[in-house]
């Protein structure tokens, strides 16, 4: 056996390497800079667009008149909820219309409910009982013009009760929650209370409609809540948007507030023209997302936007998806697989002048497909829900397809299939974002942008390479150094007569 040291001479030798000098590493990082400024603040270079799941099958409800559904749920038997309105034939009057399906769509029953006047339901939850509350507005009955109004009814649809909320002039309600006490939350606008022309508002009633507080929020402008979410600390986030606050002419508005309705904060998000927020979803990490559309950023006269804060409404990350038209998200749903899935209607892409839109994302933003739906009329998605098959179900109105002028449009889609091929979709990435957070003294507060993954990728693949050429010189050098040191000892081995 033999073995030998490396002193610091054969150490000096294989350390004899070309040297890389100071000008080039400077060059390196000159360029990568460089790639950095030239990219746009805020685009993701790992969107991928996957081909869309299946559409299952589409229905249509409705007879000569105008008929639509705001808000689908889906049922505890498997079946489906849908809410929205019915009007008939050459009148403007509108009723509440549920229509209760089974798991394939077909009408188990439909009801009804309403007066003489405008009455459109916006949203419904199926309750502990069974039965349903909706939520809308009346200007049959109440106190003033328009009044907030929650209708309840058992599990065949059959009115138990219904409250009317308001004051003397215009209020309305768009989304109810129950509670844990078995009452009801649910979240609108006021102008007949509050500081301004009109005011988010949020209503807390018992078991039995019978009202137990309310609250409402805004400036001295025109701001309006239009969806709500109850939160993990016992609260409510509500959204929507605002003229009071903000940089634009309206701005997404993120309101979160304690189990009593009392502000805790809330924030602006948004550019120099309109942006408004439809629908919110708190995440896994006790922040939101929120969806609406943007005609500060992104590509058209508006865009779909897609904005995740932390739990203190702080901006993370935002997104804008569509083209050259009209596109607006309505409603927002997060999906089993930690993305989200966005719907509503676009005026960039399709077959009519405008078309249902669905765009699913992985969990930070990023475009996995969208798809259309619709023909040569005006096509509406205004709720998405993901089903218990991992597929989802789109509720809103279509007048290319049905009896009517317009009907309801009520559209399942099959679950992703984990071997989806990439396909080209519509998409569009976000640029730098403003964003203001109003509160007693509104304030502003920067974005955080996103930094380009190439040139993270690049600055990787350089320093690789710089590395990989180090090691294979050293490696050489090594490999013959110990050629050497072999030689030297078969030369011994041969004196020593070995």
């Excluded at 400077?26 to 746009?40: M, R």
């Excluded at 022309?197 to 309310?214: H, I, P, Q, T």
Aim: glycine letters at 14%; proline letters at 3%; hydrophobic letters at 35%.
């Amino acid at each position: 056996m033999w073995a030998r040291s490396i002193n610091s001479a054969h150490l000096g030798q294989i350390m004899k390497l070309k040297p890389v000098t100071a000008w080039t590493i400077i060059a390196l990082l000159l360029a990568s800079a460089i790639l950095i400024c030239a990219l746009p603040i805020g685009k993701s270079f790992f969107a991928y667009a996957f081909s869309p799941p299946a559409t299952e099958w589409s229905k249509t409800y409705g007879g000569a008149g105008n008929d639509g559904a705001y808000y689908v749920i889906q049922t505890s038997d498997g079946g489906y909820a849908l809410a929205g309105f019915t009007s008939p034939s050459g009148t403007n009057n509108h009723d509440f219309w549920l229509i209760k399906t089974d798991s394939s769509g077909t009408v188990q029953w439909s009801k009804t409910y309403g007066g003489n006047g405008i009455d459109d339901a916006y949203s419904v939850i199926e309750t502990a009982d069974g039965g349903y509350a909706m939520a809308g507005f009346t200007n049959s009955s109440g106190a003033g013009n328009y009044d907030g109004w929650l209708v309840k009814v058992d599990s065949s649809g059959n009115m138990q009760w219904n409250k009317t909320y308001g004051g003397a002039t215009a209020d309305d309600l768009y989304t109810v929650v129950q509670t844990g006490d078995g009452g009801y939350a649910l979240v609108g606008y006021t102008t007949s209370f509050g500081a301004g022309a009109a005011d988010g508002r949020l209503v807390k009633v018992d078991s039995s409609g019978n009202l137990l507080w309310s609250q409402t929020y805004g400036g001295t402008g025109v701001d309006d809540a239009v969806s709500m979410v109850k939160t993990s600390d016992g609260g409510y986030a509500l959204v929507g948007f605002t003229r009071s606050f903000g940089v634009g002419g309206t701005d997404f508005w993120l309101v979160k507030v304690d189990s009593e309705g009392v502000l805790q904060w809330n924030k602006t998000y948004g550019g120099p023209s309109d942006d408004s927020a439809h629908s919110v979803v708190q995440t896994g990490d006790g922040g939101y997302a929120l969806a609406g559309f943007t005609s500060s950023f992104g590509s058209g006269g508006g865009d779909f936007w897609l904005v995740k804060v932390d739990s203190s409404g702080n901006m993370q990350w935002n997104r804008t998806f569509g083209g050259h038209g009209m596109d607006n998200a309505v409603s927002l749903v997060k999906t089993s697989d930690g993305g989200y899935a966005l719907a509503g209607y676009t005026g960039s892409f399709g077959a009519g002048s405008s078309d249902v839109w669905v765009v699913k994302t992985d969990s930070f933003g990023n475009l996995v497909w969208s798809q259309t739906y619709g023909g040569a009329g005006a096509d509406y998605a205004y709720s998405i829900i993901q089903t218990s098959d991992g597929g989802y179900a789109l509720a809103g109105n279509t007048a290319s397809f049905g009896t009517g002028s317009s009907d309801c449009y009520f559209v399942k889609i099959a679950a992703e299939s984990p071997d989806s091929s990439p396909s080209a979709s519509p998409t569009n990435s976000p640029t730098q974002t403003p964003t203001s957070n109003p509160s007693a003294s509104p304030s502003s507060t920067p974005v955080v942008p996103e930094f380009p993954m190439v040139a993270v990728l690049l600055v990787m693949v350089v320093a690789g390479l710089m590395v990989g050429r180090l090691k294979e010189k050293v490696l050489q050098c090594a490999s013959s150094q110990i050629w050497m040191w072999h030689s030297e000892l078969m030369v011994k081995e041969k004196r020593a007569g070995y």
